[in-house]
Every structure is written in C-alpha cells, then in structure tokens.
C-alpha cells in the first residue's frame, strides 16, 4: 500500500524558516518524481515544486511564487522528501501535501502557519 | 502563465442526473489536463489524467473530454458521495489548477 506522510509543520513567525518532509512506502521511491502542493484555507491547491528522479539527474521544477525561497530535495536511501521554506510571509500559510507523480497518491498534508 | 477558468463555480444537481464542468485554458494545453475530486478534510484524489483516461479504481460514470483549450468533466449518474469540489489542473505549462467547482445536491 501506497503511503505518503508528511511531517514538519507548525506554527513559524514571518521570516522564518521551515523543512517538512514526507515519508514514503509501498513503492519505489527513487523511481518517480515528486512534487510539494498546497492548499491555503478556502482556496485551490497550488503547486510548488517537483524534483525528478536519479534517472533525470533530480533536476527540480519551482512555481515562480516561491522560486528562491524554497529548495526541494529528496533522500533516495530514506525514501524521504523534503521541502527547505526560507523567508516564510503570510501568505504561505496553508497545508502543504507531498504527492507522488502523476499525482496519483498523495499525503494526508500538513498545515503551516505563518504568524506573528 | 495559463489560467485555467472553471465553469460554474458552484453546481446543484440531483441524483441521477447527468453532470458536465467545464474548464477552459487560456492557451492550448495539449489535452496535459487532469481532474480532482476533493471531499471536504481531505487530499484531492486524480479521477482523469490526459484529459480522458480513467483512474485505477474510479467508477466509470466518471469520463472527461476535450482538446485545445477547452475540456470537460462529465457524471453520468450523480451519486450523493459525489458531492466534492473538483479541480481541472494542466501541466502543459508552469503548472496550474482551476479555482474549482462546488458540486451539491440539490
């Protein structure tokens, strides 16, 4: 069974930082790539980032919203996912969901909050 | 960047009947389009990918169609747990989901 949890959330003031992960099993990690979305309250989801396998060098991909502030990264002997959140505004509260391409499975999310 | 713009935003229909959403690129998206249903607490679940292809384990009154800019979603046969918000998403380019449409019973 597919399974994608995320952890690292929480509450972080404005300018801080934060690192979630995503833990995956039941598949073969290294072989698929993997993105971050997320979802503020009330509104659509939002993609962010997508790193791609060893196969394709794990090149990345970043929504221009948060290119320069977030780093994805992923750990293939851990099977871990990670998002690296710099400089964190206000606007970058919502849940964060980790889902395996082509999107067929995703995390149940983890909410961010960024406030003074 | 393409805006992908559903129509409407919010839909009451009652079980039984036949369901079309729209969703309309601003740009021709190549059929890269996929659809989400999200249930309220919930991750967005894929019930289409490539415009018309089914999901593993989705029932079959669910079908999508479209080319260009212009695609569609269709229930056949509305069901009560089909009340969700879906999403269009097109990854032809930078990316992007719709805003949504909210499905209600009526």
């Known amino acids: 069974e597919v399974k994608l949890l995320e952890s690292g959330g929480g509450l972080v003031q404005p300018g801080g930082s934060l690192r979630l992960s995503c833990a995956a099993s039941g598949f073969t990690f290294a072989d698929f790539y993997m993105s971050w979305i997320r979802q503020s309250p009330g509104k659509a989801p939002e993609w962010l980032s997508f790193i791609r396998n060893k196969a394709n060098s794990y090149t990345t991909e970043y929504n221009p919203s948060v290119k320069g502030r977030f780093t994805i990264s992923r750990d293939d002997t851990q099977n871990v996912l990670y998002l690296q959140m710099n400089t964190l505004r206000a606007e970058d509260t919502a849940i964060y969901y980790c889902?395996?391409?082509?999107?067929?499975?995703w995390g149940q999310g983890v909410m961010v909050t960024v406030s003074s | 960047d393409i805006q992908m713009t559903q129509s409407p935003p919010v839909l009451s229909a009652s079980v039984g009947d036949r369901v079309t959403l729209s969703c309309k690129a601003s740009?021709?998206?190549?059929?890269?389009l996929d659809w989400y249903q999200q249930k309220h607490g919930e991750a967005p679940k894929l019930l289409i990918y490539y415009t018309n292809n089914l999901q593993t384990g989705i029932p079959s009154r669910f079908s999508g169609s479209g080319s260009g800019t212009d695609y569609t979603l269709t229930i056949s046969s509305l069901q009560p747990e089909d009340v969700a918000t879906y999403y269009c998403?097109?990854?032809?380019?930078?990316?992007?989901f719709g805003a949504g449409t909210k499905l209600e019973l009526k």
């Open positions: 889902a395996k391409h082509p999107f067929d499975y």
């Open positions: 998403y097109q990854y032809n380019s930078g990316p992007t």
């Open positions: 740009q021709n998206i190549n059929k890269n």
